[in-house]
Structures are given as C-alpha cells and as structure tokens.
C-alpha cells in the first residue's frame, strides 16, 4: 500500500492549499477503502485528526477547521484530497494522509509520508 501526499508549501495567512494523497498498490481502488482522511502534526505536539470521509462519504472534522477545509476523494483518480482554505499560522504542521483499509483479509491503518504546510504571518 503506497499513499503519496503531495501539495504542501509556503502560504500566507489567509491563503490556501490544495493536498493530495495519491493511492495505489493493494488498498485497490479508494471508494471501498472504509476510511481515509488527514492528520497533522505540528512541531512538539501530538498528531491529531483534521479529516475522515468514510467509504459511504460519512465525512467528521477536527474541531479546529471550522468550515475553513474540505475533504474529498476522486476515486476514478484514486485520490483523496483536502481543500485548505483562511490557512492560519497555527495550521502548520506536516500533513499525513492516511487510510483504515482491508488488505488481504486484515483491517489495518496505513500512512503515506506527509506534506509540510507553513502559513506565514
């Protein structure tokens, strides 16, 4: 299983950014992965959870977007993105896509790389 993020960089406060996280090898095609989503981790703190959308698009936020990100998924690309939008200082951190998925029988959590964001000030 390979999840491969990509998007990050170096954005005003204000801006935005588009994240993608490009699925392939066994997790097979994404519609049928049972959840996907997005965690960050900001330096010296704990990884938490931005996004989840869930294989029948049931969709949850961290308490922190407020409207401001929106997940989504193209699954003839299989891919899954997230929309970032009014970006914050406070909104940098290394961005990991990840994926609760079934592969051969068992259901386990697989991570992709991660993609720095940094909003400026």
């Known amino acids: 299983v390979q999840l491969q993020a990509s998007g990050g960089g170096l954005v005003r406060t204000g801006g935005s950014l588009r994240l993608s996280c490009a699925a392939s090898g066994s997790i097979g095609n994404i519609s049928s992965v049972h959840v996907m989503g997005w965690h960050r981790q900001a330096p010296g703190k704990q990884r938490e959870l931005v996004a989840i959308?869930?294989?029948?698009?049931?969709?949850n936020y961290g308490d922190f977007v407020k409207g401001r990100f929106t997940i989504s998924r193209d699954n003839a690309k299989n891919t899954l993105y997230l929309e970032m939008n009014s970006l914050k200082p406070e909104d940098t951190a290394v961005y990991f896509c990840?994926?609760?998925?079934?592969?051969?029988?068992?259901?386990?959590?697989?991570w992709g790389q991660g993609t720095l964001v940094t909003v400026s000030s």
């Open positions: 990840s994926a609760y998925a079934r592969v051969g029988g068992i259901f386990s959590n697989y």
């Open positions: 959308i869930s294989n029948i698009d049931s969709i």
